[in-house]
């Protein structure tokens, strides 16, 4: 800068500067003069009074923050009174005399031409000055020259026209007499980069002065006097350092906000032109000469200084070209770095550039780097910023080389301090870009916080798209760079160039070069280990990888807006392959190959499976092949006996079904059968029609070979697929049938399946296949068909079926030298080998049972068989006549038609093989030979026997249960069913029967009970008889029949038993001609009558009025009535009254009432209760009814007919509150408060007392072993804990029940037919309730035996031993179940009146109605366990679920803001699609859950179905507040908007449907809102339906349910 351009600034200095100056000269002028002597006596102390200079030090200096109170003839005064003094000779005769030796030393100062040219040279050179007078001097006499542009003669000539046009300077009007003189300059510097060229130039030089020290720029010395106090009151002042302080502390909550906004002022100066910057001009000056950081650029923008950003980048390129800079002026350049990052308004370039961006996307944040941030945040998204502002983004990336130190950003620091406190205090680490490498490596890590990896993947964004902003892999790679991939020798393209220069693709070039090296180039080493690095770490996210994001940048944005986690991105890309644009999916999937050869592309992989790969994989990790250690990695996740991290499980999972799209992402498998795929299967690239096809080719070479053998020759012996690539086939299929994902052949026509049958079920290990072979007869075709051939593919080999495998992998082994596909022939010979394990035996059962399923499931009987399958069964069997062979056997006439090749014949082939067998057809000698061996494993083994297992199941069930102990040893279940051959009502069983009872007259040993009985006699009598066509059998009958031979006594009576079933299945085959040939009923067999449901409440005891526990019995119980009738039942279900006995009697004598009136009162309260909480009975007894009362009679008469009732005397302790005696043992003594002894019961602790008298007994005694035959009939009492009490009780000896009272003691009851003297007991009489309703029923079928009896736990033994052995001795069939539950405490106490707290069913109607005490009772009561009531905790259920819950849903989609017509609109389930994930989401869940639903109120968990209801009411608002359909309808996406709210009510119609047996007038309420019509209400609508035809709503008001208030 030359110094005539500052030749016209005149100085004046302050009473420190100038006391030599004489005190007459400049005395009393200020503060006499009429202008301003009231504002100097008003504004400054009386001491500086005489003194003129020190009133203008206290002038200047004042507090005020604006010019209005000083007058203004005072401020003109002012001015002409500094203008005249600095024109003044003292002035100048004070600078000569106070630098009088700087002056001789500075030579270019001592020119006298020039007017003031002596002060404005030694203020240019204050740098050179040392401390002393001078240096005081000339920082003094600035301090008021700056505080009016005017003082500054060339400033204000150069400036006068931009003073003007951007309004700086001091206007006369009195609206703008606030505006200050002093601001000009300010004012200037904020608009510099708009100035005229003069001026501009003129600005930038006063700020270049000012920078020394920060009392010459005025208003920032005024604004951050107290902020330099605060912050800055041990640093001196000088060369910048109060500056750099203010500057480093500007971000604190505490800095003054005026203070601020004039540093941003100062620091967008130093933007412009870095001298301004004292600090980085001293520190770096000789850097800055050396390496030449003068050049100007082409930047329009009309700067004629050099540029911060400019010196920046020059430094910078020479530090990454390796020269020397100073430490100073490395911490310089580092501040200049993080202010630039701090605060965006310091670069003008962005400023610029992104003004529209900021206003629009960041304009509510603050500095701090947030604004920039946010900017970055949006350059991430597709069009989120502009071209220029991301232009100007990566400028500022490159100018603060933002990648190479962590502490350049604030924001990135102050967020990843305590990661890096916690992860990266290694000494590795030490160096500010390995941090960065550092959070890298850790940005998914458990110890990475949300802010710290936000900030950094927003900086890396950068980075990923220049190579050369990241430090270590520049470092390394430079020279390579520059060498293969065409890169710029330098750091930065020219030194001093700003302007656009990314170069993406340097960084895809060296990976080419580190993985596929051409022969004779390869990078360095420490190059490549670099370019592995930064491929790790930036696996992480899409957006940084710019090959694939710029590509993607519209798929991600439409397929993958969700995905923001670590590698989600890409995961997101890899799942939609298919649904990508032409260019993206090409790039996808050239990464998804590399990702496949390159485990640490995968972050997943290389996250959560590091230590599993250290412990397991570490061979395969060594040799360097990173397909063999993905393949260890598939196999040890398959692997039972290993357990793999979930995260782990995870990513190998998401790793195979990516590899189903493309055979190249499996890099083993292609590497294995890549000439073997283009050679077979060319054009063929989705890795399950790659296997498909290739098996296929296997499996036609070994028919090929085997026939070939066959035929004596070896054509098409070869295989025509590779070994390597075979077993590589077999690893695949393996994998399939491990987990369903990996098998879109059953994968996508099981979808429906899987959801309805297994979607309790874990997937992988094989379970989901296994579960849906469970449920084949259930499957839809699509998936049956799937899951055929997935057999089929498992029976042809074993070593496939990967549940097969796992559970015999040890007996695989030693049995079976380790040959997994022939394993399940292996081990079917080890059956009886004690060494083999259960588990594994019984899935041999299980296999076996599959293959005698269907012929073609097993091969080796398929091949022995082959002669004889054409012959006899060919195709399915349709019976178009029947013959009748020598022996009397039907025999199928054989129509051939096509087997379905993908359904079970359900062991039509095997049976018919046997029928023929049985018939003595002539089968070849290998089929007969196997038959034999399949009939005694079916024997021993019934499972084996479909067709058994079809025709048998009911009978099976009911005679030959697993719970009977002799029936789980093998055999016992076929001994069972024809030992009970008389008794079986299933014709198509018995018939079925007598096959296998007629089986043994072939061969002995297809009944294997019987040849294990007579081995021995076998050996001894029959050695020489050869097995077959019956003869061993005939000659054990021979002998038998001589009596000359003395026999096992086990055989003897085995033969006798067999004798007799001959005659039996001879009889039954007889009426089976009878009903085919002519097609009439038989009386031969019994028909089955489908069943009614009969569900009962205990009939309540009427000594008091209903409580809570009563109606919690009640409404569950009706509960399941409702839902019965839902599904189609025919429901009878009764309630009622008992009001018979002693308690009765003694309450009415309390009450003062005659006993039937007492009971017709208490009575009609429970009936009141019952109906007001909406109880769907079908009849209320009362045990006072005449019909009641003459069944009783007959009851009576018919036990003591049948010689159960006999008269005696009975003596024993009675509890009256009970009304039963109780045995001696089960009674205990208690001291009670008065210190006298008590006997109590020791089950209900109600006192005793000794009665002796005579009375009725029944003969209880006779039934505990028809009791235990009943309990152990089936699941028959609920939860298991009372099923094991009841058995607990039977366990012991039965003693016999007193069932009379005499009448002188209880008058209140039934007296005994004939005996007036004698009253029958009331629980006989109250349990005989259900006689009379079944009795009264009006039902069209027998409803008896009850489905269920629904009672409290304290009559357990009332129902579950005394009324089902009244039943028995009566000969009737006892209940079919009963579910017990648990009692209701009271805020965790026990309901009783002494303690006060009996809650009334009205007091809760009263406050929640009905409906809320109904869902609370069932979505709080738990059969097994007691529940806890407290009014608190309804009021809260009922809001949530009833009002908030549900009612929010209804009302939202319901209310007339959004759906003012009032419609339900029809959709296409196509239009879903448009709801994109959510909608997804929420459909999936809406599928699921009226099934499982269904399965818990089938199992009385009534709670637990009303938590799926709520699970999908949450998911549905949930769904509807994402989807923001009044957004849809005011931006007219009408298709979105009807499909939003079509998905809502039908979830609300499902909602209401699933809970009408819970709240039935609240789902009423519901479904008429919807407009549901009544014959649509059933559960077959319980499932989504769709409709495109749209349906009005109902009139009633959306809000089902108000809040109530409860304090």
């Given at each position: 800068m030359m110094l005539s351009h500052y030749s016209g600034i005149f100085l004046f200095v302050t009473i420190a500067s100038l006391s030599s100056v004489s005190a007459t000269d400049i005395a009393g002028k200020i503060a006499t003069n009429p202008a301003c002597k009231d504002d100097v006596t008003r504004l400054c102390s009386s001491q500086v009074l005489p003194n003129d200079l020190a009133v203008l030090d206290c002038l200047q200096n004042r507090r005020s923050d604006s010019d209005s109170d000083i007058r203004t003839e005072c401020h003109s005064f002012l001015w002409q009174f500094k203008l005249n003094l600095t024109k003044g000779d003292q002035f100048l005769e004070a600078a000569e005399k106070m630098c009088s030796d700087e002056l001789k030393t500075l030579d270019e100062c001592r020119d006298q031409s020039l007017e003031g040219h002596k002060l404005s040279c030694l203020l240019e050179n204050s740098d050179s000055v040392a401390q002393g007078q001078c240096k005081s001097f000339l920082v003094r006499i600035g301090s008021i020259i700056f505080s009016d542009f005017r003082l500054v003669e060339k400033f204000t000539t150069a400036c006068q026209g931009d003073i003007s046009k951007f309004n700086c300077g001091r206007l006369d009007s009195e609206e703008e007499k606030d505006h200050k003189q002093g601001s000009t300059i300010e004012c200037l510097s904020e608009h510099v980069r708009n100035l005229t060229k003069e001026c501009h130039l003129q600005t930038l030089r006063v700020a270049e002065l000012q920078a020394d020290d920060y009392h010459l720029d005025r208003p920032l010395f005024l604004a951050c006097r107290d902020d330099r106090e605060r912050f800055c009151r041990n640093t001196q002042a000088g060369q910048g350092r109060v500056y750099k302080c203010l500057i480093k502390n500007k971000m604190q909550n505490d800095m003054s906000t005026k203070c601020r906004e004039k540093l941003v002022r100062r620091q967008q100066l130093v933007s412009e032109d870095y001298k301004v910057s004292k600090g980085l001009v001293r520190a770096c000056k000789q850097e800055i000469i050396e390496h030449k950081c003068f050049k100007e650029t082409n930047s329009p923008v009309k700067d004629r200084k050099v540029k911060l950003a400019q010196v920046l980048l020059c430094l910078e390129n020479a530090m990454h070209a390796g020269s020397a800079i100073g430490g100073e002026c490395q911490a310089e350049m580092l501040d200049h770095r993080r202010q630039l990052l701090e605060d965006y308004r310091l670069s003008p370039e962005v400023v610029y550039?992104?003004?529209?961006?900021?206003?629009?996307?960041?304009?509510?944040?603050?500095?701090?780097?947030?604004?920039?941030?946010?900017?970055?945040?949006?350059?991430?998204?597709?069009?989120?910023?502009?071209?220029?502002?991301?232009?100007?983004?990566?400028?500022?990336?490159?100018?603060?080389?933002?990648?190479?130190?962590?502490?350049?950003?604030?924001?990135?620091?102050?967020?990843?301090?305590?990661?890096?406190?916690?992860?990266?205090?290694?000494?590795?680490?030490?160096?500010?870009?390995?941090?960065?490498?550092?959070?890298?490596?850790?940005?998914?890590?458990?110890?990475?916080?949300?802010?710290?990896?936000?900030?950094?993947?927003?900086?890396?964004?950068?980075?990923?798209?220049?190579?050369?902003?990241?430090?270590?892999?520049?470092?390394?790679?430079?020279?390579?760079?520059?060498?293969?991939?065409?890169?710029?020798?330098?750091?930065?393209?020219?030194?001093?160039?700003?302007?656009?220069?990314?170069?993406?693709?340097?960084?895809?070039?060296?990976?080419?070069?580190?993985?596929?090296?051409?022969?004779?180039?390869?990078?360095?080493?420490?190059?490549?280990?670099?370019?592995?690095?930064?491929?790790?770490?930036?696996?992480?996210?899409?957006?940084?990888?710019?090959?694939?994001?710029?590509?993607?940048?519209?798929?991600?944005?439409?397929?993958?807006?969700?995905?923001?986690?670590?590698?989600?991105?890409?995961?997101?890309?890899?799942?939609?392959?298919?649904?990508?644009?032409?260019?993206?999916?090409?790039?996808?999937?050239?990464?998804?190959?590399?990702?496949?050869?390159?485990?640490?592309?995968?972050?997943?992989?290389?996250?959560?499976?590091?230590?599993?790969?250290?412990?397991?994989?570490?061979?395969?990790?060594?040799?360097?092949?990173?397909?063999?250690?993905?393949?260890?990695?598939?196999?040890?996740?398959?692997?039972?006996?290993?357990?793999?991290?979930?995260?782990?499980?995870?990513?190998?999972?998401?790793?195979?079904?990516?590899?189903?799209?493309?055979?190249?992402?499996?890099?083993?498998?292609?590497?294995?059968?890549?000439?073997?795929?283009?050679?077979?299967?060319?054009?063929?690239?989705?890795?399950?029609?790659?296997?498909?096809?290739?098996?296929?080719?296997?499996?036609?070479?070994?028919?090929?070979?085997?026939?070939?053998?066959?035929?004596?020759?070896?054509?098409?012996?070869?295989?025509?697929?590779?070994?390597?690539?075979?077993?590589?086939?077999?690893?695949?299929?393996?994998?399939?049938?491990?987990?369903?994902?990996?098998?879109?052949?059953?994968?996508?026509?099981?979808?429906?399946?899987?959801?309805?049958?297994?979607?309790?079920?874990?997937?992988?290990?094989?379970?989901?296949?296994?579960?849906?072979?469970?449920?084949?007869?259930?499957?839809?075709?699509?998936?049956?068909?799937?899951?055929?051939?997935?057999?089929?593919?498992?029976?042809?080999?074993?070593?496939?079926?990967?549940?097969?495998?796992?559970?015999?992998?040890?007996?695989?082994?030693?049995?079976?030298?380790?040959?997994?596909?022939?394993?399940?022939?292996?081990?079917?010979?080890?059956?009886?080998?004690?060494?083999?394990?259960?588990?594994?035996?019984?899935?041999?059962?299980?296999?076996?049972?599959?293959?005698?399923?269907?012929?073609?499931?097993?091969?080796?009987?398929?091949?022995?068989?082959?002669?004889?399958?054409?012959?006899?069964?060919?195709?399915?069997?349709?019976?178009?006549?029947?013959?009748?062979?020598?022996?009397?056997?039907?025999?199928?006439?054989?129509?051939?038609?096509?087997?379905?090749?993908?359904?079970?014949?359900?062991?039509?082939?095997?049976?018919?093989?046997?029928?023929?067998?049985?018939?003595?057809?002539?089968?070849?000698?290998?089929?007969?030979?196997?038959?034999?061996?399949?009939?005694?494993?079916?024997?021993?083994?019934?499972?084996?026997?479909?067709?058994?297992?079809?025709?048998?199941?009911?009978?099976?069930?009911?005679?030959?249960?697993?719970?009977?102990?002799?029936?789980?040893?093998?055999?016992q279940v076929e001994e069972c069913l024809k030992r009970k051959f008389d008794t079986l009502t299933s014709v198509e069983c018995r018939r079925h029967v007598a096959l296998l009872i007629t089986a043994v007259q072939i061969d002995i040993q297809a009944d294997p009970m019987l040849h294990r009985a007579c081995a021995i006699d076998l050996v001894t009598l029959c050695k020489d008889v050869p097995p077959g066509d019956g003869r061993r059998l005939k000659c054990l009958l021979r002998f038998k029949e001589q009596g000359q031979a003395k026999f096992d006594p086990k055989c003897f009576e085995m033969l006798n038993t067999r004798t007799q079933l001959f005659a039996k299945a001879s009889k039954a085959r007889f009426c089976e001609q009878i009903k085919r040939n002519y097609r009439k009923s038989s009386r031969c067999f019994s028909s089955e009558k489908s069943e009614p449901f009969f569900v009962t409440t205990p009939i309540f005891y009427v000594n008091a009025e209903p409580h809570i526990g009563h109606i919690y019995t009640a409404v569950l119980a009706d509960s399941s009535a409702r839902f019965h009738r839902l599904t189609g039942n025919s429901v009878t279900f009764s309630t009622g009254t008992d009001e018979h006995g002693l308690k009765i009697q003694q309450a009415a004598l309390h009450a003062n009432e005659e006993p039937g009136r007492f009971c017709d009162h208490v009575s009609g309260l429970f009936k009141t209760a019952l109906n007001k909480c909406e109880i769907s009975y079908t009849d209320y007894i009362r045990t006072t009814e005449k019909r009641h009362k003459e069944n009783v009679h007959l009851f009576w008469e018919l036990l003591s007919e049948r010689g159960y009732i006999e008269k005696g005397k009975y003596e024993g302790w009675y509890c009256t509150a009970d009304e039963a005696f109780v045995p001696e043992d089960q009674t205990t003594l208690v001291k009670l408060p008065n210190g006298q002894e008590q006997r109590v019961s020791a089950e209900s602790n109600r006192p005793v007392e000794w009665f002796s008298e005579e009375n009725y007994l029944f003969k209880l005694s006779k039934l505990r072993e028809d009791l235990m035959n009943w309990l152990k009939s089936g699941p028959v009492i609920r939860p298991l804990r009372h099923y094991n009490l009841v058995k607990s009780w039977l366990d012991q000896e039965l003693i016999d029940l007193s069932i009379s009272r005499p009448h002188a003691r209880l008058s209140w009851g039934i007296p005994v037919p004939g005996d007036s003297s004698q009253t029958i007991y009331v629980w006989l009489d109250a349990l005989l309730n259900y006689v009379t309703v079944a009795k009264d029923s009006q039902s069209e079928m027998n409803i008896w035996p009850p489905s269920v009896h629904v009672i409290g736990k304290d009559i357990l033994k009332f129902h579950g031993i005394y009324w089902p052995a009244f039943l028995l001795a009566a000969g009737l069939e006892p209940p079919k179940s009963l579910l017990v539950h648990g009692h209701w405490l009271v805020d965790d106490q026990k309901m009783s009146k002494t303690t006060g707290n009996v809650v009334s069913p009205q007091s809760c109607i009263d406050l929640v109605t009905a409906t809320g005490l109904r869902y609370f009772l069932m979505h709080e009561g738990v059969p097994a366990s007691d529940g806890n009531f407290s009014m608190k905790r309804m009021v809260r259920i009922a809001n949530s679920d009833l009002a908030d819950g549900i009612g929010n849903l209804v009302s939202r989609c319901c209310g007339k803001s959004l759906n003012p017509l009032q419609m339900r609109p029809g959709v296409s389930p196509s239009s879903f699609e448009s709801c994109s994930s959510p909608g997804s989401d929420l459909l999936s869940l809406l599928e699921r859950t009226p099934d499982i639903v269904y399965n818990e109120y089938q199992q009385w968990n009534f709670y637990k179905g009303i938590d799926q209801v709520m699970a999908l009411v949450r998911g549905a608002n949930g769904f509807f507040q994402t989807m923001e359909p009044w957004k849809l309808k005011k931006e007219g996406q009408l298709d979105q908007l009807n499909a939003t709210m079509a998905v809502t009510m039908e979830t609300a119609r499902v909602v209401g449907t699933l809970l009408q047996p819970i709240v039935p007038s609240y789902s009423e309420r519901l479904l008429d809102k919807l407009g549901v019509p009544q014959e649509n209400r059933s559960w077959d609508f319980a499932r989504p339906r769709w409709t495109t035809t749209e349906t009005a709503l109902g009139p009633q008001q959306a809000v089902l349910f108000p809040r109530i208030k409860f304090e």
């Open positions: 550039s992104c003004q529209e961006d900021i206003k629009t996307n960041c304009r509510t944040k603050e500095i701090g780097g947030k604004t920039l941030h946010c900017l970055m945040k949006h350059a991430r998204k597709q069009n989120g910023i502009s071209d220029t502002c991301l232009r100007a983004l990566e400028d500022l990336m490159r100018i603060t080389d933002a990648g190479s130190d962590w502490q350049v950003d604030s924001l990135l620091k102050t967020s990843c301090s305590s990661v890096v406190e916690t992860a990266c205090k290694n000494p590795a680490d030490s160096q500010p870009a390995s941090v960065i490498s550092c959070l890298m490596d850790k940005v998914f890590s458990d110890v990475m916080t949300t802010g710290c990896r936000t900030a950094l993947l927003e900086i890396q964004y950068f980075v990923a798209r220049d190579f050369r902003l990241d430090s270590q892999l520049y470092a390394q790679c430079k020279s390579d760079a520059a060498q293969f991939c065409n890169a710029a020798p330098n750091w930065t393209e020219e030194a001093n160039a700003i302007g656009p220069q990314r170069n993406p693709l340097v960084l895809p070039c060296l990976y080419r070069y580190a993985y596929h090296p051409p022969a004779d180039s390869s990078l360095k080493p420490e190059c490549a280990d670099e370019v592995r690095r930064v491929m790790r770490q930036r696996a992480n996210s899409v957006d940084l990888i710019p090959e694939v994001e710029e590509p993607c940048i519209e798929d991600l944005a439409s397929m993958c807006f969700e995905k923001t986690g670590r590698g989600e991105e890409m995961q997101c890309l890899q799942d939609n392959l298919e649904r990508l644009s032409p260019v993206c999916k090409q790039q996808v999937s050239n990464y998804t190959e590399e990702e496949a050869e390159h485990l640490e592309l995968n972050p997943f992989i290389t996250t959560y499976c590091s230590r599993f790969l250290e412990t397991h994989c570490q061979d395969e990790m060594d040799d360097g092949d990173e397909g063999q250690v993905m393949e260890c990695l598939v196999e040890y996740k398959m692997n039972t006996e290993t357990t793999m991290n979930s995260k782990c499980r995870a990513a190998v999972e998401h790793f195979q079904l990516i590899a189903l799209q493309d055979f190249r992402f499996s890099a083993h498998f292609k590497r294995a059968c890549k000439l073997d795929i283009s050679r077979l299967c060319p054009n063929i690239k989705a890795k399950p029609q790659v296997v498909a096809c290739l098996s296929e080719m296997i499996r036609n070479d070994s028919v090929a070979q085997s026939l070939g053998v066959r035929a004596g020759n070896h054509v098409g012996s070869q295989h025509r697929v590779s070994q390597p690539c075979r077993q590589q086939l077999r690893n695949q299929l393996l994998q399939q049938h491990e987990d369903v994902q990996l098998n879109p052949n059953v994968r996508k026509p099981c979808a429906s399946d899987e959801k309805r049958f297994c979607a309790q079920i874990k997937p992988g290990q094989g379970r989901i296949l296994e579960c849906l072979k469970a449920h084949r007869k259930q499957l839809e075709d699509i998936c049956h068909a799937a899951i055929f051939q997935a057999e089929k593919e498992e029976m042809d080999d074993s070593a496939v079926d990967f549940q097969f495998i796992q559970q015999c992998k040890d007996p695989i082994r030693r049995l079976c030298q380790n040959d997994a596909s022939n394993a399940l022939e292996c081990l079917k010979g080890y059956l009886d080998d004690s060494t083999l394990e259960v588990h594994c035996k019984q899935l041999v059962l299980e296999r076996m049972a599959e293959q005698n399923l269907d012929i073609r499931f097993n091969p080796n009987l398929k091949k022995a068989c082959s002669m004889d399958i054409p012959k006899f069964c060919q195709g399915v069997f349709i019976v178009v006549s029947i013959s009748h062979s020598s022996d009397g056997y039907l025999v199928y006439v054989k129509v051939w038609q096509t087997a379905s090749k993908d359904r079970e014949l359900e062991g039509k082939v095997v049976d018919c093989l046997k029928q023929n067998f049985v018939a003595k057809k002539p089968l070849t000698q290998s089929c007969s030979d196997h038959l034999t061996v399949i009939m005694e494993q079916q024997a021993l083994h019934y499972q084996l026997d479909p067709v058994l297992v079809n025709l048998c199941d009911k009978e099976i069930q009911i005679h030959c249960g697993p719970e009977e102990p002799e029936n789980t040893r093998q055999g």
